[in-house]
């Protein structure tokens, strides 16, 4: 399962839904304002890519980068777990027909 995970790296507790994704199997692919440079190993390791934008809630930049993401691989789900980046992940997952919770259609 090919996962876009919205901001891995801030605040910090983000990283454990990237651990807990990577460690299910799925293939975790981070979106966010945070340059990589500022991740610490075990981030990256669970990150199979990365993605910085200006702003996670920017819903044009946010789903720029998704559909650059749908042009290499098959996004199955796109989460946000922070309560300010949920309406854009909602709108991003919209434009892009990428499935969430409320079980959208498939491009």
Aim: with cysteine; net charge negative; aromatic share 10%.
């Amino acid at each position: 399962m090919n996962v876009v995970f919205v901001e891995p790296f801030f605040p910090s507790n983000q990283r454990q839904f990237v651990r807990a994704l990577a460690e299910a199997g799925a293939t975790v692919i981070g979106i966010g304002e945070y340059g990589a440079e500022s991740f610490d190993d075990d981030l990256k390791g669970w990150l199979y890519h990365y993605e910085r934008i200006s702003s996670v809630t920017d819903v044009d930049a946010l789903i720029r980068a998704v559909r650059w993401v749908q042009d290499k691989l098959w996004v199955d789900r796109l989460e946000a777990t922070i309560e300010a980046h949920t309406m854009a992940a909602a709108q991003a997952r919209e434009a892009c027909t990428v499935p969430g919770c409320a079980g959208t259609s498939r491009r």
